[in-house]
């Protein structure tokens, strides 16, 4: 032992010579004198930083001698940056005063931008909602919480777990769905299922209004939904986490959730999983509705590496849904839900569903099961003043729809579609002010079907390839900024042969030579799809508080595949879909102008849109020349695609108080009004008003909300607040009616209460925070005109006066999060 001790002593004397060759930086974070918890002050170079207390004061430890740029942020306040020059063993002291900022002006976005710019510089319409808003917004899944945040976003639901974002009444493959950059794709056309990610690992979503064709090509025609991952501030060689539970109490809905974050030297990681299982959701008029219970899991690893090169991110996702098919068939009489049991039965001879099996967590046998796989980098290389941005991921979707109930291990429908993105983007050199970017992006992708009953879609190539040019200048208080695009997309496919399957008495796939006796279900289509696409815009700061903005953009989409190539039964959505190969794509031109004003005691936000679109696709429920509906699968409905001429217009209004001399209390209000008319003028001459609108179109919505948030801590509760949230929905007269694709929607009004806090220790680190929200408090009974459930109905009356399925009846929600 003696003969090592030099050797231990010279460590340690390196050790404690190493440390005291570092510095310190400490201070107090304040704002009007008040110390401002939980704000963050970060050393970005270094990788390193502190998070106020309770008293506003902060440490950081073991700083390299050098000189550093401070960073200082807090939601609701001006950030600041701040250089200071460390020397070895020194203590710097701070006193940081930070200037409130009611204004999101400068809130910074990545999305439909080349570079992150601030909401202030962009004329696209783009809204940003923040984790803590979603926790806020207690939701079964996150489109529904960021449709209660931002007008003009709705959401086509089946359900409380299936919500397919709608963006001033356009949706499906018009609204582009993003993964920290990555286009989310998993046969998004269909109805019947969401969005395929981890509601609880979001840091914030932001959302363009608005063709973004510019930047991301087909499919993003109505706008773009980003999701951003939560990669943490992280101290140097700290392992830091969250978990958290949520339970709903009208479906049982429990929801768990394992973050984990590490960063040491020059990388972060992050991983987290989640599980939720929720069995039928209930109402007052239907009870428990059966087939609407699921079971999720969600599992992700974030890895991120910053060096003076730049930085490179990767990210793996996976996501594992079971979720029940309901199909509506009831007893004539009770109006009790019913099961079927026998693959060829009658509506009125099935069973009653018992009421042990309604509340149930367990999966009834026909269900649909859909797994999403995702492996994506992110890099960034600085070339001098200028930056190379690369994308490249993998995606694979797999979706299986069990609708056999006496071989319930048959999978009626079994797709797997694969599909590769990527994006190069140079980001030139500033020259006089103008930043320019050049890029191109696309997909290859490949579907299916493997050993299935149905066939709704062939087996399908697409290759997809743009390339954009985009420029931003400014001249003073005005901001100009635009750029055009042209996309090319290649779908093809061989014939698709479909004959009967010995071995159980159904269909399948028959491939060549072994054709005999077998029918043509998909003659080879092979067609190339071409668009030009562009924006044009500027902003005009009338002052650092109010602005205008204005926009004209030529969106673009090709059609999709069921548009173009469906001809069977999706046994999820009880549809049989019939395309149409000789659709053109679709082109919309859109004006939008907005008016912000970000007033120390009130915001003001307007914005108008009006959008023109040629060749707009959507479908309609198939009649015969008798007035009868076709019926090719007995049990499911027809449709066929249309197409015409459109015309979409509206506006969302919002105005927020937040008095300066009552600082605790806020009042939000906002409006959305959307009309969708269809310009089909031999339709409208022959059907009159039922073919004057489109489908799925969102009626008026009117949201208020009274929130108060506590300035300071009361004991060991801080962040304190109480909310009382109205939302008034009109009646929707202006729907579809065409062989009643769609009919009249009542308008109804809810009640939504909600409160949270944090929970402190005498240390002032945050134990808990807490989020509790009863919504429909008064237990409303009404049905949503964009609710998928609503058309599922057998009878043309019933004993109650009421048909179809209503929405959720009242819903108490709590969750809680717990950092370590």
């Known amino acids: 032992m003696m003969k090592h001790l030099p050797t231990l002593l010279l460590a340690v004397i390196l050790a404690l010579s190493a440390r005291a060759q570092q510095g310190i930086i400490k201070g107090k974070v304040s704002a009007s004198g008040k110390p401002i918890q939980f704000a963050n002050v970060a050393v970005p170079a270094l990788k390193t930083g502190a998070v106020a207390d309770q008293q506003g004061n902060f440490v950081i430890s073991h700083v390299r001698p050098g000189n550093w740029e401070i960073k200082v942020s807090m939601v609701g306040y001006q950030p600041i940056s701040l250089k200071r020059t460390v020397s070895a063993g020194q203590t710097i002291s701070l006193d940081i005063s930070l200037e409130e900022d009611l204004s999101k002006l400068n809130e910074v976005v990545v999305t439909g931008v080349s570079r992150a710019t601030a909401v202030r510089k962009n004329p696209i319409p783009i809204a940003v909602i923040s984790k803590r808003e979603m926790n806020m917004n207690v939701n079964n899944n996150i489109i529904d919480a960021i449709v209660k945040g931002i007008p003009g976003?709705?959401?086509?639901?089946?359900?409380?777990?299936?919500?397919?974002?709608?963006?001033?009444?356009?949706?499906?493959?018009?609204?582009?769905?993003?993964?920290?950059?990555?286009?989310?794709?998993?046969?998004?056309?269909?109805?019947?299922?969401?969005?395929?990610?981890?509601?609880?690992?979001?840091?914030?979503?932001?959302?363009?209004?608005?063709?973004?064709?510019?930047?991301?090509?087909?499919?993003?025609?109505?706008?773009?939904?980003?999701?951003?991952?939560?990669?943490?501030?992280?101290?140097?060689?700290?392992?830091?986490?969250?978990?958290?539970?949520?339970?709903?109490?009208?479906?049982?809905?429990?929801?768990?959730?394992?973050?984990?974050?590490?960063?040491?030297?020059?990388?972060?990681?992050?991983?987290?999983?989640?599980?939720?299982?929720?069995?039928?959701?209930?109402?007052?008029?239907?009870?428990?509705?059966?087939?609407?219970?699921?079971?999720?899991?969600?599992?992700?690893?974030?890895?991120?590496?910053?060096?003076?090169?730049?930085?490179?991110?990767?990210?793996?996702?996976?996501?594992?849904?079971?979720?029940?098919?309901?199909?509506?068939?009831?007893?004539?009489?009770?109006?009790?839900?019913?099961?079927?049991?026998?693959?060829?039965?009658?509506?009125?001879?099935?069973?009653?569903?018992?009421?042990?099996?309604?509340?149930?967590?367990?999966?009834?046998?026909?269900?649909?099961?859909?797994?999403?796989?995702?492996?994506?980098?992110?890099?960034?290389?600085?070339?001098?003043?200028?930056?190379?941005?690369?994308?490249?991921?993998?995606?694979?979707?797999?979706?299986?729809?069990?609708?056999?109930?006496?071989?319930?291990?048959?999978?009626?429908?079994?797709?797997?579609?694969?599909?590769?993105?990527?994006?190069?983007?140079?980001?030139?050199?500033?020259?006089?002010?103008?930043?320019?970017?050049?890029?191109?992006?696309?997909?290859?992708?490949?579907?299916?079907?493997?050993?299935?009953?149905?066939?709704?879609?062939?087996?399908?190539?697409?290759?997809?390839?743009?390339?954009?040019?985009?420029?931003?200048?400014?001249?003073?208080?005005?901001?100009?900024?635009?750029?055009?695009?042209?996309?090319?997309?290649?779908?093809?496919?061989?014939?698709?042969?479909?004959?009967?399957?010995?071995?159980?008495?159904?269909?399948?796939?028959?491939n060549l030579p072994d054709t005999v006796g077998a029918r043509l279900q998909f003659p080879v289509f092979r067609h190339n799809y071409t668009g030009i696409s562009g924006s044009l815009g500027f902003t005009y700061n009338l002052s650092e508080r109010v602005l205008v903005k204005a926009n004209i953009a030529r969106g673009y989409r090709a059609p999709n595949i069921t548009e173009i190539g469906s001809n069977g039964l999706d046994p999820g959505a009880h549809i049989v879909y019939l395309g149409n190969r000789g659709f053109k794509p679709e082109f919309s031109l859109q004006e939008d102008i907005g008016f912000l004003a970000y007033l120390k005691d009130l915001d003001i936000s307007v914005e108008l849109f009006n959008n023109n679109i040629e060749n707009y696709i959507y479908q309609a429920r198939l009649y015969d020349d008798n007035g009868d509906p076709v019926v090719i699968v007995p049990g499911n409905a027809t449709y066929r695609y249309q197409q015409s001429m459109a015309r979409l217009y509206g506006a969302e209004v919002s105005v927020n108080l937040h008095p300066r001399i009552v600082p605790w209390l806020a009042l939000n209000n906002s409006v959305a009004y959307t009309e969708g008319l269809n310009r089909n003028n031999e339709l409208i001459?022959?059907?009159?008003?039922?073919?004057?609108?489109?489908?799925?179109?969102?009626?008026?919505?009117?949201?208020?909300?009274?929130?108060?948030?506590?300035?300071?801590?009361?004991?060991?509760?801080?962040?304190?607040?109480?909310?009382?949230?109205?939302?008034?929905?009109?009646?929707?007269?202006?729907?579809?009616?065409?062989?009643?694709?769609?009919?009249?929607?009542?308008?109804?009004?809810?009640?939504?209460?909600?409160?949270?806090?944090?929970?402190?220790?005498?240390?002032?680190?945050?134990?808990?925070?807490?989020?509790?929200?009863?919504?429909?408090?008064?237990?409303?009974?009404?049905?949503?005109?964009?609710?998928?459930?609503?058309?599922?109905?057998?009878?043309?009356?019933?004993p109650n006066g009421r048909l179809g399925i209503y929405n959720m009846g009242r819903n108490f929600s709590a969750k809680v999060v717990v950092p370590f």
């Open 153 to 510: 976003v709705s959401a086509v639901t089946t359900g409380p777990n299936i919500s397919k974002p709608f963006i001033r009444g356009l949706g499906y493959n018009r609204v582009l769905t993003l993964f920290d950059g990555v286009r989310q794709e998993g046969q998004q056309w269909g109805d019947e299922h969401g969005i395929e990610i981890d509601q609880y690992g979001i840091a914030r979503a932001e959302v363009i209004k608005g063709p973004a064709s510019l930047t991301y090509g087909s499919d993003a025609l109505a706008g773009v939904i980003n999701m951003i991952p939560d990669i943490p501030e992280l101290e140097g060689g700290k392992l830091k986490g969250s978990f958290l539970t949520d339970y709903h109490s009208n479906n049982g809905m429990i929801g768990s959730s394992l973050g984990l974050a590490y960063n040491r030297n020059d990388w972060k990681y992050v991983l987290r999983g989640t599980l939720k299982a929720a069995h039928n959701y209930r109402n007052k008029v239907d009870g428990y509705v059966y087939g609407t219970a699921y079971r999720e899991y969600n599992l992700t690893a974030l890895a991120r590496v910053d060096k003076a090169w730049g930085h490179s991110q990767w990210g793996a996702t996976l996501y594992d849904n079971t979720q029940e098919i309901p199909d509506g068939s009831r007893d004539s009489l009770t109006r009790k839900f019913t099961r079927q049991i026998n693959e060829t039965d009658s509506i009125k001879n099935r069973p009653i569903v018992p009421d042990n099996e309604l509340r149930t967590y367990n999966i009834n046998p026909l269900h649909q099961r859909i797994q999403h796989y995702r492996l994506y980098n992110h890099t960034k290389w600085l070339l001098g003043k200028g930056d190379i941005t690369t994308t490249i991921g993998i995606q694979r979707s797999v979706r299986r729809e069990y609708n056999h109930p006496e071989m319930p291990a048959q999978p009626g429908l079994y797709v797997v579609l694969n599909t590769l993105n990527y994006d190069v983007r140079y980001n030139l050199p500033t020259l006089n002010g103008l930043e320019t970017t050049i890029g191109v992006n696309g997909m290859y992708q490949n579907n299916k079907s493997k050993k299935a009953t149905d066939f709704p879609i062939p087996d399908y190539h697409l290759l997809d390839i743009g390339g954009f040019l985009f420029a931003k200048k400014s001249f003073g208080k005005l901001d100009i900024s635009g750029g055009i695009r042209y996309d090319s997309r290649h779908i093809h496919w061989n014939d698709f042969y479909v004959g009967q399957n010995k071995e159980n008495g159904f269909e399948k796939k028959v």
């Open 685 to 798: 001459s022959k059907y009159g008003k039922a073919a004057k609108y489109l489908p799925f179109i969102p009626p008026m919505h009117i949201r208020s909300e009274l929130k108060a948030t506590a300035q300071r801590n009361f004991g060991a509760f801080s962040k304190v607040y109480g909310r009382l949230e109205v939302d008034h929905f009109a009646g929707q007269s202006h729907f579809y009616g065409v062989d009643d694709t769609e009919t009249y929607t009542a308008g109804y009004t809810l009640f939504n209460i909600g409160a949270g806090a944090g929970i402190v220790n005498r240390k002032g680190r945050t134990v808990c925070e807490l989020f509790l929200q009863l919504d429909n408090v008064f237990d409303v009974a009404y049905q949503a005109n964009m609710n998928r459930l609503k058309y599922f109905e057998y009878y043309s009356a019933s």
